[in-house]
């Protein structure tokens, strides 16, 4: 048995492992089935209110909690049973240049709620190519898991795709 597992840990410590850069693979978001989709750069571009390349200069983070499960007391009296932290992030970005949106403005708010993979961190003084849906719940626009929002040194296909849709 012991030999069984030196074998395995050598084996798999052998295998070609692929570097991504600190907490983010070449996608902003984790495409998870029946949540989230792969979209062409057109479909992004359509669904998008914003589209832009822009660089974090200011990160505004609030928390708030949430009851995620609820249950009764001794009374019958509806209570929570779980209650968990809810992060909610708001990205300063300094635009560098538009390709959908009000090229006038030199700084947007963009929302992200962070829960998983599905909504993205975003790393100050960091450049991204974002796509920004309309907001629902709240007064910015976010950034959509769906969209092919990317930072920007591994953007540069997506942007020649842009090119062409923005002509």
């Not at 949540?35 to 992004?44: A, D, L, P, Y």
């Not at 949430?66 to 009296?77: H, I, M, W």
Request: glycine fraction near 4%; include cysteine.
């Amino acid at each position: 048995m012991i030999l069984f597992l030196m074998f395995t840990a050598f084996s798999y410590a052998q295998r070609d492992r692929v570097p991504i850069d600190s907490i983010h693979n070449k996608r902003l978001c984790t495409v998870y089935p029946g949540m989230t989709k792969f979209q062409t750069i057109q479909e992004s571009f359509d669904e998008s209110k914003l589209v832009f390349t822009g660089k974090v200069i200011e990160v505004i983070r609030t928390e708030t909690v949430e009851s995620s499960d609820f249950g009764f007391d001794e009374n019958g009296k509806e209570i929570a049973l779980h209650i968990e932290p809810i992060y909610n992030y708001w990205y300063i970005f300094e635009v560098k240049r538009w390709f959908k949106g009000d090229a006038k403005t030199k700084r947007v708010k963009i929302y992200s709620r962070i829960y998983s993979n599905v909504s993205p961190l975003l790393l100050l003084n960091k450049n991204y190519l974002i796509f920004a849906v309309e907001g629902e719940l709240q007064e910015s626009p976010y950034i959509y898991c769906n969209g092919n929002s990317t930072i920007l040194e591994y953007a540069s296909q997506y942007i020649k795709e842009l090119e062409l849709i923005h002509k």
